[in-house]
C-alpha cells in the first residue's frame, strides 16, 4: 500500500518554529517531485512549498519564503518542511504530496496523485 505520513505538527506561539516530516512507504518517491499544502477550513487547498525529485530546486509561496525550508532525503524517503517565524496565519492542515509523473516541481494541487493524511499546525498566542 502506498502511503505518505506526515509527523511534527504541533501548537506554537508566533515566532515559534515546527519541523514537519513526510515518510513515504510502498513505493519509492525518489524519482518525483513532492510538495507540501496547506488547507484551513474556510479556505481551499493552497500550495505551500516543493521540491524537485533530487532536491536541487525548491519552489515556495510569496507567503512562506524566507520562513520556510523544504528538503527530502531520498534514501530514506522522507520529506522535511521547516517552519520558522511561526505566524497566526500559517495555521491549518499541512499536507505532503507526490507528482504523478516525473515531471518538475507543480503549484497545482491535481499534479500530485499520492497525498498523506494530514498534519495540524496552529501558530498562536
Known amino acids: 500500500q502506498v502511503q505518505l505520513i506526515e509527523s511534527g505538527g504541533g501548537s506554537v506561539q508566533p515566532g515559534g518554529s515546527l519541523r514537519l516530516t513526510c515518510a513515504a512507504s510502498?513505493?519509492?518517491?525518489?524519482?518525483?517531485?513532492m510538495g507540501w499544502f496547506r488547507q484551513t477550513t474556510d479556505k481551499e487547498r493552497e500550495f505551500v512549498s516543493a521540491?524537485?525529485?533530487?532536491?536541487?530546486?525548491?519552489y515556495f509561496a510569496d507567503s512562506v519564503k524566507g520562513r520556510f525550508t523544504i528538503s527530502r532525503e531520498n534514501a530514506a524517503n522522507t520529506l522535511y518542511l521547516q517552519m520558522n517565524n511561526l505566524k497566526p496565519e500559517d495555521t491549518g492542515v499541512y499536507y505532503c504530496?507526490?507528482?504523478?509523473?516525473?515531471?518538475?516541481?507543480?503549484?497545482?494541487?491535481?499534479?500530485?496523485?499520492?497525498w498523506g493524511q494530514g498534519t495540524q499546525v496552529t501558530g498562536s498566542s
Open positions: 504530496a507526490a507528482r504523478k509523473n516525473k515531471g518538475g516541481i507543480a503549484t497545482n494541487a491535481p499534479s500530485y496523485d499520492t
Open positions: 510502498g513505493r519509492t518517491f525518489s524519482n518525483v517531485a
Open positions: 521540491i524537485s525529485w533530487n532536491g536541487d530546486s525548491t
